[in-house]
């Protein structure tokens, strides 16, 4: 077994033992080998070890039990998503599951944002869309649509919202390249979005959550294309 790097050491040995564990070198209800044997298997101390080992458990992967082991746990049932970024490099197959909850947790928070955007938030949004048009390259178009929904759950005034777009983008960004095709022509990614921005800044939550459905389907089916 490779011994690791010394950067971010944690980081790196946490990354690898959950690839371990999706790959199904660890599979799920098995017990890890003894702690000397993994940290001397990595490179890595024991106390190295305990670190990443106390991230995997608190994500829902790993249960130690004093004088027994560290058992894999399931993480279908046991994992939180911030797993999906990992999961998403392992199988492209969870993009679609991800755009499904995507396109209603986008839907309700454009409806939501309607009806409780502020003067400050309508003018951000409009700020925020205009970049949109502006920017030169798909990357950057890419990104700047993404600010433009962060703006939109910001505007709900619901800090959950926030946290849910951070997490969804943060899902396909190992694939967010290939995710690229919506955003290669900076107008007309501004075109599909401005629907949703105006109908919000109208407070018309039934015409924003309609705008925000068609703007979400389109682009997965672009993106989806994409990665065929």
């Not at 890419?142 to 005034?157: I, S």
């Not at 407070?203 to 989806?224: F, H, K, P, V």
């Amino acid at each position: 077994m490779e011994a690791l790097p010394r950067e971010t050491i944690v980081d790196v040995l946490e990354n690898r033992l959950r690839e371990d564990i999706f790959t199904g070198r660890h599979p799920a209800g098995s017990y890890l080998p003894p702690e000397r044997q993994l940290a001397d298997g990595y490179g890595v101390t024991r106390t190295t070890l305990k670190h990443a080992f106390g991230r995997l458990a608190q994500a829902g992967l790993l249960e130690t039990r004093h004088g027994v082991g560290t058992r894999v746990r399931d993480y279908a049932r046991f994992g939180g998503a911030d797993l999906l970024p990992m999961l998403v490099r392992h199988s492209p197959d969870w993009i679609g599951e991800i755009f499904e909850v995507r396109r209603g947790i986008g839907a309700l928070i454009a409806e939501r944002a309607a009806a409780r955007a502020t003067g400050e938030h309508r003018a951000e949004l409009r700020s925020l869309l205009a970049a949109v048009a502006a920017a030169e390259t798909p990357d950057a178009v890419q990104l700047a649509d993404v600010e433009v929904h962060r703006a939109l759950a910001r505007a709900t005034g619901n800090r959950v919202y926030v946290l849910l777009t951070n997490t969804l983008f943060n899902a396909y960004l190992p694939v967010r390249a290939a995710l690229v095709g919506p955003f290669t022509d900076a107008a007309a990614a501004h075109a599909r979005l401005e629907p949703v921005v105006e109908c919000v800044a109208a407070g018309d939550g039934s015409g924003a959550r309609a705008a925000a459905e068609a703007y979400l389907t389109a682009t997965e089916r672009i993106m989806l294309e994409g990665l065929v």
